[in-house]
């Protein structure tokens, strides 16, 4: 199973970013699925979840200026933001909860992707 992040780079402020995850493997289902962010010294921040039911959830951070959505496979979300500040500048981390097979067995669990960083700077 493999968690994949991509889409981060350098923005201006003000600018816009759309970060892509996808899970890979043999994936039998993917439940919940979500976007962290992290700059050093501070905790793992959640920004934004999306249950398998396309339900949606954001951290006030964020609310308003990022939409979180998911693909019709369900294994392949996105993280639209809009209006970034150098306050957003981090990197940020995708982790999904999913079902697959393992050695013939069906396995829950949740995996991290290795991140993308996002710069935001004129």
């Known amino acids: 199973v493999q968690v994949v992040e991509s889409g981060g780079g350098l923005v201006q402020p003000g600018g816009s970013l759309r970060l892509s995850c996808t899970a890979s493997?043999?994936?039998?289902?993917?439940?919940?699925m979500a976007w962290y962010r992290e700059v050093p010294a501070n905790e793992r921040e959640l920004l934004a979840i999306i249950t398998n039911d396309n339900i949606t959830n954001y951290a006030d951070s964020v609310k308003g200026r990022v939409t979180i959505s998911r693909d019709n496979a369900g294994t392949t979300i996105i993280l639209q933001m809009n209006d970034l500040t150098p306050e957003d500048a981090a990197v940020y981390y995708c982790?999904?909860?999913?079902?697959?097979?393992?050695?013939?067995?069906?396995?829950?669990?949740?995996?991290w992707g290795r991140g993308t960083q996002v710069t935001v700077s004129s």
């Open positions: 493997g043999n994936i039998f289902k993917a439940y919940d």
């Open positions: 982790n999904a909860e999913l079902r697959h097979l393992e050695h013939g067995r069906f396995v829950r669990n949740t995996y």
